[in-house]
């Protein structure tokens, strides 16, 4: 992997993508309609917007990205809660999204989609509450608790006073959250994320308790044998591995993360410790100075004061050349290296890799009115010239391409000077990974363009001296950025196309 101009601008101006333009893996639904009963009744989920008389929330963003996948229309019917699991059973819809738990006695007449969310069960109170502070002091007086009637909240209240004389049903959930504004009420069992919406707007009246009654999961809904569900899981799975889910989850202030995720990973602490970076800061989006501050900037730095954020470290950032980088740090001058480096095994010989973090793709760069040649076959059986930099792979699958005749090779100290003399027409094209190239190309989209080809697919990763007890805890750290989207946000302020490894 290599290299780039020494230009600033090239990636500070990340170039946005669509994950689901992105992803050729999942199935085609050919345009179908798919009819979604939502109540619009339960934020933040599912509401109508007074502004606008539309529907909005979770569900309509979240079935929004998946049928944009897919290919697929959404038509969103508005249905009473009373009854949709049954109407669904029935075929009346092809699905139902309304934060819906996940129960045993349910699978028996409808098909779940794989859990998609983790909630837990709270209090929702007054603001100014004092009788009581949680279950144990409410289940121990007479208070009495409103919920939503054929819910999981007034099983769990139910089962919570053991005396359904204490519990009053209403049709809607916002009813049961009046009720508690008025007096008529003293709490109302409730969904972490739906409570954490009522709170919100009313944040002058009640409040959530902090114990959690019970956890549950929540799904999506289908009658029985709908060929939906697969490919709505598989679409669900893309998005909670490219960040996509997270993203939603935040807009609509979502605390808990997608299923499986909720519990942090538990990472090690090194406490305070220095580890020393070695980076080139000439090689955009990963590392460059910013000429206004003269300060480091990239992905490298982003991503690493990430990771030690979670790990309790300090990253010093030492500028160094790229010629002699990996053998620096294989001799132990630098705890490790961040570089845009690509794994390969004669390099894991004298280094250790982290895992990798991204896959990207070489490419050719030519000038923008290039009609002689329109990809590597025509290119190699001609006379034409590579540009690369010096000891990077590109310059090693340059000579692959060109079955080792490097007479055809013009190596460079710098990737950005190779750049320049395909510009001024001194080359006739450049290999670069496609990260590096989005980046080029944007800068200068009148002078030069990525031929669509795929030259080779390599992986990156970080490097250290052999044996570091670094690896994995970074490794670690990692993966939980992956798991939680932290990675899918660096990668987007970045211009990263590709995703994280395995997930392109």
């Known amino acids: 992997m290599k290299r780039c101009l020494l230009i600033v601008a090239v990636l500070l101006l990340a170039l946005p993508f669509s994950s689901a333009l992105a992803d050729d893996h999942l199935p085609d639904l050919g345009g179908r309609t ?12 599912n509401v109508i917007d007074e502004e606008t008389g539309e529907g909005v929330g979770w569900d309509y963003d979240t079935l929004g990205e998946i049928c944009a996948r897919l290919n697929c229309v959404p038509e969103y019917i508005e249905t009473s809660w009373e009854g949709l699991i049954v109407a669904v059973s029935n075929g009346e819809y092809d699905m139902a999204a309304d934060g819906i738990t996940i ?37 121990a007086g007479d208070f009495v608790v409103g919920v939503q009637v054929a819910t999981t909240n007034y099983i ?16 809607e959930f916002g009813l049961a959250v009046q009720a508690l504004m008025t007096g008529d009420i003293d709490a109302v069992v409730i969904d972490d994320v739906a409570g954490q919406g009522y709170a919100g707007l009313n944040d002058d ?10 956890k549950q999961q929540l799904g999506f809904i289908y009658e029985q044998g709908s060929d939906l569900v697969e490919p709505f899981n598989m679409a669900l799975d893309s998005m909670m591995a490219d960040g996509a889910m997270k993203a939603i989850n935040d807009k609509w202030g979502m605390a808990t993360e997608p299923c499986g995720v909720v519990e942090e990973m538990a990472l090690p602490n090194l406490g305070g410790r220095t580890v020393t970076v070695a980076v080139e800061n000439a090689y955009p989006p990963f590392n460059v100075i910013d000429e206004e501050t003269g300060e480091g900037v990239g ?3 982003d991503t690493l004061g990430e990771i030690c954020a979670r790990l309790n470290c300090v990253p010093e950032y030492i500028e160094t050349s790229w ?11 630098y705890d490790m290296a961040a570089d845009g480096i690509t794994i390969l095994e004669e ?25 002689r040649f329109g990809g590597a076959e025509e290119f190699v059986a001609g006379d034409f010239v590579f540009g690369v930099q010096v000891a990077t792979t590109n310059y090693i699958a340059a000579t692959e391409l060109l079955g080792g005749d490097e007479s055809r090779i013009v190596g460079y100290g710098e990737f950005g000077l190779a750049v320049q003399a395909l510009i001024t027409g001194d080359i006739d094209a ?12 944007g800068l200068n989209a009148d002078k030069i363009k990525l031929l669509p080809d795929d030259l080779i697919k390599q992986q990156l990763g970080f490097i250290y001296p052999q044996g570091s007890d670094l690896v994995e805890p970074f490794n670690a750290a990692l993966e939980s950025m992956m798991a939680d989207g932290a990675m899918k946000s660096i990668n987007d302020k970045w211009g990263m196309s590709t995703g994280p490894c395995g997930q392109e």
């Open 34 to 45: 798919v009819t979604v009963a939502v109540e619009n009744a339960y934020p933040p989920f």
């Open 156 to 171: 769990a209240a139910t089962e919570l006073l053991g005396d359904e004389g204490r519990i009053v049903g209403y049709g």
């Open 430 to 441: 450049v290999v670069i990974d496609d990260v590096a190239g989005q980046g080029y190309a």
């Open 205 to 214: 009246k009640i409040k959530l308790l902090p114990d959690a009654i019970i």
């Open 299 to 301: 992905w490298d730095y």
């Open 323 to 333: 010629e002699g980088l990996i053998v620096a740090v294989s001799n132990g001058e």
């Open 103 to 139: 129960l045993d006695e349910r699978a028996e007449i409808v098909d779940f989609s794989q859990c998609y969310h983790d909630v837990v069960q709270r209090m929702m109170v007054r603001l100014d509450e004092d009788r009581f502070t949680g279950a144990e002091e409410f289940v």
């Open 347 to 371: 390099r894991a010989e004298i280094v250790d890799f982290s895992a990798c973090y991204h896959d990207v793709v070489q490419r050719m760069m030519v000038r923008l009115d290039e009609d």
